[in-house]
């Protein structure tokens, strides 16, 4: 394939669900300049810090561009393709007859790109490992188990209607740093203030004075970890003042007495010391969202990561059910995108809904959700000896030594491995544990179409951006590394894996499954006349059988008029069908064909939460964040989004210094009962007395990882403060936000 012609290209941003629209400039064979598409029809021109740098990833010198096998003494050598995997066949081998012994890892970045996002499924099916790990854990599992219970599909998850609703409640969320999070929406802070500028008003609760918070209409300080007591408070106030209307719901709905009885004990007087918010602001917010003529609430990462992640993710559906905001325009709405996501085929096993908690863990006894274990016990998996012992992983694109809590102790733990395998683009903190990496390609070496993120989105649209440069002679591409892996975790040699048979089987598997599907646009076609029109192997095709068969394909001919992937190639700044409209009916699959209002496993959490109100809160708390400039651990390696001052800091209270005797740019030291740091100090009243932050994705300074600028920004890792063990109970989700701390100075200047 040629590289791109000198000029401007069109293309998507990959770096985050906001899904901008870029135009990238090149001359001579090399990006030149990046700047926002004004003709964009999703993103019309915004752009952040981060998309203006897209190009510094693809001419990182430290970026990988051909395998690496570890040597014995600990260093690193290239090595080709073939003897690549061939290492990998020989670390794999002893490993094969104990399939207990091997597990998986994914990191965020696979949702992201083209391949891995509609290959990892297929890996998992076709490898058969149960024991898989992933940054959903660490981010928004509770959200998967809600939607699960509720609405009988993990990811159909219901948005905020940003663009034409009158009243937002926003919990937990910092699109001034991070855009929409859950939400694909371009811009998200100009569409706030267009909520401002029709009449309405957007409300934050954060214990953080966020940029968010401060372009609000009203901030409201909260205690960390307590969003679901003032959630519940707030269900108490819809019944008790008779404001309870289920509109449009009315006979789709099940439960309402059991929520009407479980949130009896929860007043605005009974939460108002665990929140430390007036009781008398919980019934005028409530009020505020009942009465409005279209309100909504939203919540995401900041009520995911708590010690309540379920209940607050639960409780935030619930409001908008009960106040009649629910498949609402203005209301909390499901997406209808132009291509379905693999995401959205429920798994076989929970045709009949969904069970948790099947089997456990076998150091800790950790629940499975949805077919994880909370990432946290990945270290003591490994390290732990005994039948079952985690003695090989395999890492997709991700870095858990800093994502995951209790990140030192996986550093020590995979030291043990026998086998390490990662699928990474950089020698980083956890792959340099690996033996062998397989690099993928660079954002621009590869075409691009966001695979399940527009199942969130604010509008029905879609974008296809082609691949800028070729992919390098011999480089073989992420999905075929990860098919090529899978055939020999099932025991076939490097030498003898047929990557284009393999795929063929999986994607005839896909389109027999979408034929046999009862309200498929295909169902009963034959499928030989399908996969016929699909020649060549790899994700290009999977995308363009998921238009075709999606709401405006074409239906193999059905609707002669309708959308291909050929049709969205001649149409590069996108095409956009329109807003959300009410599909609650085409949601829901639960058992009962309603929406469960009140799912038993979730509502036995609740006893959990009024222990709680009586509970003292501790002196100090931890919380994490987000910030523009940077990406979890990812974009740490690029120059120009490192420069100016430090942004690993602790932010703290001016009442809160004072009490622990820390000042303002020098060092101090904090500790949880998982570990301790030191770290400079940031005075600032942004944050809430009592409440302590410290950014999320630092903690560059372990030896033998290739990133020559972050390593220069190194700072800390905010999870070696996070108590593995503590964690959302019903989901298992990591507890990072409201870790008790204790604050002093340094010992070091």
Not at 572 to 594: A, E, F, H, Y
Request: include cysteine.
């Amino acid at each position: 394939m040629p590289g791109a012609a000198s000029g401007a290209h069109a293309r998507t941003c990959p770096l985050c669900e906001a899904m901008c629209g870029i135009e990238v400039f090149v001359e001579g064979g090399r990006v030149t300049k990046i700047r926002g598409n004004e003709h964009d029809v999703w993103s019309k021109g915004y752009i952040c810090p981060k998309g203006t740098a897209l190009h510094h990833l693809h001419d990182d010198p430290d970026r990988l561009r051909r395998p690496l096998i570890r040597n014995d003494d600990g260093s690193f050598r290239e090595a080709s393709w073939g003897e690549a995997f061939e290492e990998v066949e020989r670390r794999l081998a002893p490993l094969l007859e104990t399939p207990d012994a091997l597990a998986v890892y994914a990191g965020n970045p696979v949702a992201h790109n083209f391949s891995l996002s509609r290959y990892i499924g297929a890996f998992i099916q076709l490898t058969g490992i149960t024991a898989i790990y992933s940054g959903g854990t660490v981010d928004q599992w509770p959200r998967n188990v809600v939607s699960a219970l509720m609405y009988g599909r993990a990811w159909s998850i219901p948005i905020p209607d940003v663009d034409r609703t009158d009243f937002l409640l926003m919990l937990g969320a910092n699109p001034f740093d991070s855009q929409g999070s859950l939400l694909a929406a371009p811009y998200l802070m100009k569409r706030l203030r267009g909520i401002q500028a029709r009449g309405g008003r957007f409300v934050v609760v954060d214990p953080r004075r966020t940029g968010t918070a401060k372009r609000a209409d009203e901030w409201i300080p909260i205690q960390p970890g307590t969003d679901a007591a003032l959630l519940l408070a707030m269900v108490n106030v819809l019944f008790a003042d008779d404001l309870v209307d289920l509109g449009t719901l009315v006979g789709k709905v099940r439960g309402l007495d059991a929520v009407r009885e479980l949130s009896a004990g929860f007043t605005p007087e009974a939460v108002t010391g665990t929140c430390r918010i007036p009781a008398e602001r919980v019934r005028q917010l409530t009020r505020e969202l009942a009465g409005s003529r279209s309100g909504v609430v939203y919540g995401r990462i900041g009520t995911c990561t708590q010690e309540f992640g379920t209940l607050s993710s639960w409780l935030i559906d619930v409001l908008n059910i009960l106040t009649g905001n629910f498949d609402e325009v203005g209301g909390a709405m499901f997406s209808n995108p132009i291509a379905w996501s693999m995401l959205s085929l429920r798994p076989p096993e929970f045709e009949e809904g969904f069970e948790l908690g099947r089997f456990h863990s076998r150091v800790r006894g950790a629940p499975e959700v949805l077919g994880q274990f909370p990432v946290s016990c990945l270290a003591e998996e490994i390290a732990a000896p005994g039948q079952g012992q985690i003695k090989g992983l395999i890492t997709i694109a991700g870095n858990p030594v800093l994502s995951a809590p209790g990140g030192d102790r996986l550093d020590e733990a995979l030291a043990q491995l026998d086998s390490m395998i990662s699928v990474d683009n950089w020698l980083n903190e956890t792959t340099r544990h690996a033996h062998v990496i397989l690099p993928g390609q660079s954002p621009f070496e590869q075409a691009h179409y966001d695979e399940m993120i527009w199942s969130w989105a604010v509008r029905s649209a879609g974008k296809y951006s082609p691949a800028l440069f070729p992919v390098p002679d011999g480089t073989v591409p992420e999905w075929e590394v990860l098919l090529r892996l899978a055939a020999m975790v099932q025991g076939q040699t490097a030498a003898d894996v047929d990557v284009e048979e393999i795929d063929d089987f999986y994607f005839i598997g896909l389109v027999s499954m979408i034929t046999e599907q009862e309200g498929s646009r295909i169902h009963g076609r034959d499928v030989e006349e399908i996969v016929a029109e699909h020649p060549e192997p790899g994700p290009e095709r999977i995308l363009d059988f998921a238009i075709r068969t999606g709401p405006w394909g074409d239906a193999y001919g059905a609707d002669p008029d309708g959308l291909t992937l050929g049709r969205m190639k001649q149409r590069p700044n996108g095409i956009d069908m329109g807003p959300l409209t009410p599909r609650v009916d085409d949601i829901v699959q639960t058992p009962s064909g309603k929406i469960e209002l009140a799912p038993d496993y979730i509502v036995a959490d609740v006893p959990r939460l009024k222990a709680r109100l009586a509970s003292a809160h501790p002196p100090l708390v931890l919380v994490s964040r987000r910030q523009l400039r940077s990406n979890n651990s990812w974009m740490h390696n690029v120059a120009s989004l490192m420069s100016g001052r430090p942004r690993c800091t602790l932010l703290i209270h001016p009442e809160d210094a004072a009490a622990a005797g820390v000042e303002d740019g020098k060092l101090g030291h904090i500790r949880s009962d998982a570990g301790e740091l030191e770290v400079p100090v940031e005075v600032s009243n942004e944050m809430m007395p009592g409440v302590v932050c410290l950014p999320h994705g630092f903690g560059h300074d372990k030896q033998g990882a290739r990133l020559s600028v972050a390593s220069r920004h190194a700072g800390v890792c905010n999870n070696v403060l996070a108590p593995g063990a503590l964690v959302d109970v019903p989901s298992g989700n990591a507890v990072v936000n409201g870790i008790p701390v204790i604050v002093a100075p340094a010992t070091r200047a």
